[in-house]
T-cell receptor, first 113, second 114 residues
């Protein structure tokens, strides 16, 4: 089946640094989503991307939908302690079943004050 | 807050017992989903629903059944729980009308099968 390769698996950075993570796939997706999950809670939608090449920002977060439609990246600028958590990418191919949102395995972000 | 509640939030049960998890939404969304989350696997779709009494299987549906008799409730049943079904279960809804992608998640149910 379809799989997403999300990297890095974990990051340990200093407060104030910028962060970059990405997802790649061998399959084409029509939609890319980025979520953040805090311990003991459900994932929270950060950014949704619907068009190849699209660049979208949400505060200090910026995400892009790759031109090939097989990848996406998420950048966090000037990280702060509350950015700690697990970030997931997810892709949807409308040609599949209606519920076919495929998730990456997550990037665990740790921020040192 | 996507108006989703899950119950129970935590449950410990024994192998072979039936278990039902409930997802309740207050916003009248058409699409609802059940996922499980396990270390090393991320989130995997179990079943989803596209309307009252309309459901379909996801990636990891074996051992699970679902029912949706009302728009606001989507039930996940483990007919005979096994230790491999120990997991955190998340319900999700698609918020945009006609969309299946912008999924919003509930707080989760942590299930332990002994």
């Amino acid at each position: 089946g379809q799989q997403l390769n999300q990297s890095p698996q974990s990051m340990f950075i200093q407060e104030g640094e910028d962060v970059s993570m990405n997802c790649t796939s061998s399959s084409i997706f029509n939609t890319w989503l980025w979520y953040k999950q805090d311990p003991g809670e459900g994932p929270v939608l950060l950014i949704a991307l619907y068009k190849a090449g699209e660049l979208t920002s949400n505060g200090r977060l910026t995400a892009q939908f790759g031109i090939t439609r097989k990848d996406s990246f998420l950048n966090i600028s000037a990280s702060i302690p509350s950015d700690v958590g697990i970030y997931f990418c997810a892709g949807l191919n409308y040609g599949g079943s209606q519920g076919n949102l495929i998730f990456g395995k997550g990037t665990k972000l740790s921020v040192k004050p | 807050d996507a108006g989703i509640t899950q119950s129970p939030r935590h449950k410990v049960t024994e192998t072979g017992t039936p278990v039902t998890l409930r997802c309740h939404q207050t916003e009248n969304h058409r699409y609802m989903y059940w996922y499980r989350q396990d270390p090393g696997h991320g989130l995997r779709l179990i079943h989803y629903s596209y309307g009252v009494k309309d459901t379909d299987k996801g990636e990891v549906s074996d051992g699970y059944s679902v029912s949706r008799s009302k728009t606001e409730d989507f039930l996940l049943t483990l007919e005979s729980a096994t230790s491999s079904q120990t997991s955190v279960y998340f319900c999700a809804i698609s918020r945009l009308a006609g969309s299946t992608d912008t999924q919003y998640f509930g707080p989760g149910t942590r299930l332990t099968v002994l």
